[in-house]
């Protein structure tokens, strides 16, 4: 069974920086993706970073130049290093990793895990 943990939110100043991360255990497949996405009080879940199956990076425009997404395939985690917190990027930050496998030249997704979610706060 697949099991997704976030951890690193907390409470942090405008201006400051956080790094999320993202284990996921009890996975070996061979084929898949990790994103970030975050909801914040009142407002819709938001998907703002994500390592492709094919291993390329995608950012939301609220984030592209303050957020960086990577990966430790050894570690089987996932991190998100933020930078120039605003008050705005307040949310519960969630990882969500899938997994795919190939049929006939063809991806289709075969798992869709969530974690728990972390809390990130930025005060002004």
């Known amino acids: 069974q697949v099991h997704v943990v976030e951890s690193g939110g907390g409470l942090v100043q405008t201006g400051g920086s956080l790094r999320l991360s993202c284990a996921v255990f009890?996975?070996?497949?061979?084929?898949?993706?990790v994103g970030w996405v975050r909801q914040a009080p009142g407002k819709q879940r938001e998907v703002i970073a994500g390592?492709?199956?094919?291993?390329?990076?995608n950012y939301a425009d609220s984030v592209e130049g303050r957020f960086t997404i990577s990966r430790d395939y050894a570690k089987n985690t996932a991190y998100l290093q933020m930078t120039s917190l605003a008050f705005e990027d307040t949310a519960v930050y969630y990882c969500?990793?899938?997994?795919?496998?190939?049929?006939?030249?063809?991806?289709?997704?075969?798992?869709?895990?969530w974690g728990q979610g972390t809390q990130v706060t930025v005060s002004s």
């Open positions: 009890g996975d070996d497949s061979t084929i898949n993706a």
């Open positions: 390592i492709t199956l094919i291993n390329t990076t």
């Open positions: 969500n990793y899938k997994t795919y496998v190939l049929r006939d030249s063809t991806y289709s997704t075969s798992g869709d895990y």
